[in-house]
């Protein structure tokens, strides 16, 4: 709750990472986020299913505070089809940007084919490009989108990043997100570029 949220702790931190926010406390996201910005401290958030769905109004708004936003594939469709439940507005632009074909010259051709995969709520769909571009206009620097065993994706407003995976025995996914992201954001931390910091996560 408000009362809860660490202010001083904030304050003194080189970097706030958040995570899952679970039913009220993703109402918090807001409050968090203005607190860090206010004393100049980044932010990175890995948001979690609740604030993908019911929290989804609340993680739009705070994204213009947000540096850094990390999501696997299903998540970032998940918030996506939520938002476009929730706002004809959007959905309305949305089809007509993905109607228009635009495409921002960030997108190298080459990269893998999860950029040209469209997420389809009804009758609409879109592709990773235009949420890429979509979120960059919302506020962060920085979108991850991770996609398991076919690789990372990362995203800025100058260019778009591809990563393959490391092929490896697989014993157990979870925690995978996780340490990918803490990886890559420590890593930017200590100032290494997106390229490392990619390298780092995998």
């Known amino acids: 709750k408000a009362d809860q949220i660490p202010n001083d702790a904030i304050k003194e931190s ?3 990472y958040i995570t899952s926010l679970s039913n009220e406390a993703a109402q918090e996201l807001t409050k968090l986020t203005q607190v860090a910005k206010e004393c100049n401290v980044p932010i990175a958030l890995n948001p979690g299913k609740s604030q993908l769905t019911s929290g989804a109004l609340f993680l739009k708004n705070a994204l213009s505070m ?3 936003i990390i999501m696997n594939k299903t998540e970032a469709e998940l918030f996506m089809k939520t938002l476009m439940n929730q706002d004809q507005e959007l959905k309305d ?3 007509c940007e993905n109607n ?3 495409c921002s010259p960030l997108i190298d ?5 999860l950029l040209e995969d469209t997420i389809t709520l009804d009758d609409h769909e879109f592709s990773l490009k235009l949420f890429f571009q979509k979120l960059l206009d919302w506020g962060p620097r920085i979108i991850v989108v991770t996609h398991g065993c076919n690789g990372v994706y990362v995203a800025t407003k100058s260019r778009c990043y591809f990563h393959p995976s490391k092929p490896v025995t697989l014993v157990s996914s979870v925690g995978a997100g996780d340490a990918f992201g803490s990886a890559f954001v420590g890593a ?3 100032k290494y570029p997106i390229e490392r910091a990619i390298r780092f996560g995998i």
């Open 188 to 190: 930017l931390l200590k």
């Open 109 to 113: 051709q080459r990269l893998p084919y």
């Open 14 to 16: 080189k970097y706030l």
């Open 100 to 102: 228009m074909q635009q």
């Open 93 to 95: 632009s949305l089809r």
């Open 66 to 68: 947000i540096d850094i």
